[in-house]
C-alpha cells in the first residue's frame, strides 16, 4: 500500500520546469513584478530590432547622400530635393549652408566669422542628429539597471510569502517551502532575462551612434572647409 503511494506521487511529481506554471501559482505580487518585466523585455527586443533596421537605413541614405554632395556642381539645388528627408547628413550641410546664407545676405564682410558661425551651426546639427538617434536607448540603459532589483523584489516578495506559510501550517518541510522559492527565483531569472540583452544592446547601440557621430562630424569639417575656400575666393 506505501508503495502504491509513493508511485502515484512519483508519477503526478513534475518532471520538468514549467515556467507558465510557476506564473500562474504565484502570488498576485509576484505576478505583477514577473508580467511588468515580460513587457519589459518585449519592448527591449522591439527597440533592437528597431534601431538596427534604423540603423542601418540612415547610414546608406547618408552615405549616398554624401558622395552626390561631393559629386553635385550645384548642393544648393540638390538640397533642395533632399532637405526635408529623413537624411542626417543632408540636415547638417544644409543647417551649414543656411547659415553661409543669413551671414553673407549683406555681402561678405567678416570671413573668419562666418567660417565660425557655418561651424557651429553645423556642429549643433550633428548634436541634434546624435540626440535623435540615441533617444530610444534610454529605455535600454534604464531596462539594464532596473530590472534585476525589480526581479529582486519579486524574489525577496516570495521568500516572505514561503516564511509566512512555514509560520501559518507550522511545517518548514521542503514541501511546504519549495513552491515559494521556486516563485520568487523566477522572478529573479525574469529580471535578468529582461537585463542582459538591454545591456548588451545598449553598449552596441551606444558605440554605433557615437561612430556616426564621429562620421557626421568629420562630414561637416569637409564642408566647413569647403566653404572657407569659397570665402577666401569671394
Known amino acids: 500500500m506505501i508503495l502504491d503511494m509513493m508511485s502515484a506521487a512519483g508519477a503526478s511529481a513534475p518532471t520538468r520546469l514549467d515556467p507558465l506554471q510557476l506564473f500562474l501559482d504565484a502570488d498576485i505580487v509576484v505576478q505583477l513584478v514577473i508580467t511588468g518585466l ?5 519592448w527591449v527586443w522591439t527597440i533592437v530590432v528597431s534601431f538596427s533596421m534604423k540603423m542601418g537605413s540612415v547610414k546608406r541614405r547618408s552615405r549616398e547622400f554624401e558622395e552626390d554632395f561631393w559629386q553635385s556642381e550645384n548642393p544648393e539645388a540638390m538640397l ?11 540636415r547638417v550641410a544644409a543647417a551649414g549652408l543656411d547659415e553661409l546664407k543669413i551671414s553673407t545676405a549683406g555681402g561678405v564682410r567678416d570671413r573668419e566669422g562666418t567660417r565660425q558661425r557655418v561651424a557651429l551651426a553645423m556642429e549643433g546639427q ?6 535623435a538617434l540615441a533617444e ?9 539597471a532596473v530590472a534585476p532589483f525589480v526581479g529582486l523584489f519579486g524574489t525577496v516578495w516570495g521568500i516572505m510569502n514561503s516564511f509566512f506559510q512555514i509560520g501559518s501550517q507550522q511545517n518548514s518541510s ?5 513552491p515559494g522559492i521556486s516563485e520568487a527565483l523566477f522572478a529573479t531569472a525574469i529580471g ?3 537585463a542582459i540583452p538591454a545591456v548588451i544592446a545598449y553598449n552596441r547601440f551606444s558605440h554605433r551612434v557615437d561612430g556616426f557621430q564621429a562620421r ?11 566653404i572657407g575656400r569659397e570665402l ?3
Request: hydrophobic share 50%; no cysteine.
Open 80 to 90: 533642395g530635393g533632399r532637405k526635408g528627408q529623413a537624411n542626417p547628413s543632408a
Open 192 to 194: 535578468l532575462f529582461a
Open 232 to 234: 577666401d575666393r569671394a
Open 38 to 42: 515580460v513587457l519589459a523585455s518585449i
Open 126 to 131: 550633428v548634436a541634434v542628429e546624435s540626440d
Open 174 to 178: 521542503l514541501a511546504v517551502v519549495a
Open 216 to 226: 557626421l562630424q568629420r562630414f561637416a569639417d569637409k564642408v566647413s572647409a569647403q
Open 136 to 144: 530610444r536607448l534610454n529605455f535600454l540603459a534604464t531596462t539594464g
